[in-house]
Structure formats: structure tokens, C-alpha cells
């Protein structure tokens, strides 16, 4: 599959690269998204220059932990880990990853049952993307 990924702290038109990675595989716990939109907020491109430095005291101190970035995140279920309960193949869902490692710029996600919810049928998935940290900064 295809992500941005970056190795090291930068600005971001430096340190980004579409490249070809490892498919995620859903955990018990995990539902498996089909990406369809992802935002960029500010977190986002706090995480991937590195800066301000307090950043780094979640993300990895000299290089990132997480090598996709990308917080808000929307798609449809894939697959479901063995423990999912409250998903099913072809739900449509929207969510903040940032506490579960990130991956919102990729073609697919495997991320907790939690960090997920149900899409608004009455908003599209690029609207969706852009509410979890963006409802937020409006509260």
C-alpha cells in the first residue's frame, strides 16, 4: 500500500515521501479502515518538523516513533479484529489516531475499536476528516 512516510524531523516538503509499505493487519482489538480522507492540522505538521520541541517527548526525542503521520482520519471498515464488537465490514467510520500511533496518510489504518466512530451520513468523508482535532480547536 501507499503512505507518507518520513524518517527524521524536517519541514515538510523535505522529510515527506510517498513511498509502498506493509499493509496494516487488524489486531483482536482493531478494525482495519480503508482510508478515504485524511486532514492536515496543525499537530500534524507540529509532529512531523519536530517542533516546538515538547512534541518530541510523545512522538521520539531525536527521530519519530511512528513513521506515517496523520491524526484525523475517515474510511470504511476492511476487516475487524476478533473482539471488535461495535463494527462490521463496510461501516463507514471517522476518528482521532494520535493517541494510537497515527497512519492517517495511508491507503489503509489498523487502529483501536475506540479511537473510531460512526461517519455522520449527512457529511462527506473529507468533511469528516477535518472534524475530530478541528471540533476541538472551535470548543
Not at 21 to 50: H, M, Q, T, Y
Not at 86 to 92: C, I, K, L, S, V
Not at 106 to 113: D, F, I, L, N, R
Amino acid at each position: 500500500m501507499k503512505a507518507i512516510v518520513y524518517s527524521k524531523y524536517g519541514p515538510p516538503e523535505i522529510v515527506l515521501e510517498l513511498k509502498e509499505i506493509d499493509k496494516p493487519i487488524a489486531k483482536d482489538n482493531e478494525v482495519l479502515v480503508k482510508i478515504f480522507a485524511a486532514s492536515v492540522c496543525w499537530a500534524d505538521r507540529a509532529l512531523v518538523r519536530g517542533k516546538p520541541f515538547v512534541v518530541r517527548l510523545s512522538s521520539g526525542l531525536l527521530k519519530p516513533k511512528h513513521t506515517v503521520p496523520g491524526i484525523d482520519v475517515t474510511g470504511q471498515v476492511e476487516a475487524v479484529g476478533r473482539n471488535v464488537k461495535q463494527f462490521q465490514p463496510g461501516d463507514e467510520v471517522f476518528g482521532d489516531i494520535g493517541d494510537c500511533g497515527f497512519g492517517a496518510w495511508a491507503e489503509y489504518g489498523a487502529v483501536p475499536e475506540n479511537a473510531v466512530a460512526y461517519k455522520p451520513v449527512n457529511i462527506t468523508y473529507e468533511e469528516a476528516a477535518a472534524v475530530p482535532q478541528y471540533a476541538v480547536v472551535a470548543l
